[in-house]
């Protein structure tokens, strides 16, 4: 089976493009669990500085989960927990490696897609990058980590709307928000991008390992959430009829009809 992705290494700058655009790089469950084992394998590599995170084309970052494996793959708890721990995993390896990361963003960054974005230290956007998270229109509930990572990248009153209504936002709102550092011309992206990357690379890579790491750390949280209570809601959502109707209405290209139960 191929990789869906490309890695290059050149001059201490690692390049990771997922490589679906047939499917607006979708990430599948073995994706996940792949892109895991890369970003493992890169932690201790000393030929690497600096790592972009991309995806292939011009037209989609990421667009998420690939939603036609979830009625096979996540139509139980049992499975949505097997499915959330391999995702969970890489979400750990991206966010803790000690070189520090760029999402150089074209075109639709969705779901999972922002979730790998906002796993990077820096975040670069074209001018035509769209973002969106869009749980509530497929029935299920985004889960603690991820609401974590939202809150903690765009603020409260932000993720609430992003959340709640499913849309989909321009670069100038993720600006605004914080969700990116800087929204370039289509054209400046890749010399923005590559001129960011040098620039870190340059630098004295224990400097810049120690940076990371300790600005990490102030980002952990001191109070105890009730992760159970979390739990609960996100087995309701599975196990009711909507994520069932969501899943379908995607599939078909059509609009959903929630009935709450």
Known sequence: MRSMFELSIDKGVARFTINRPEKRNAMTLAMWHEMGEIFGDWTNDPKIRVI????????CFCA?????????????PEQVSKYNAVVSNTYKLVKSISKPTIARIAGSCVGGGLEIA???????????ASFGVTPTKLGIAYKFEDSLLLVNNIGIKA???MLFTAQIFPASDALRWGLVNRVVSEVDLDKTVEQLAADIAFNAPLSVKATKLILNETQKITIEPDLNFCQVLLDTCTNSEDVVEGRQAFLEKRAPKFKGK
């Open 52 to 59: 972009i995170v991309t995806g292939a084309g011009e037209k």
């Open 64 to 76: 998420g989960n690939d939603i036609s494996e979830f009625s096979e793959l996540r139509s139980t």
């Open 118 to 128: 906002q796993l990077c230290d820096l975040q670069i956007a074209a001018d035509n």
């Open 159 to 161: 993720a609430k709307e």
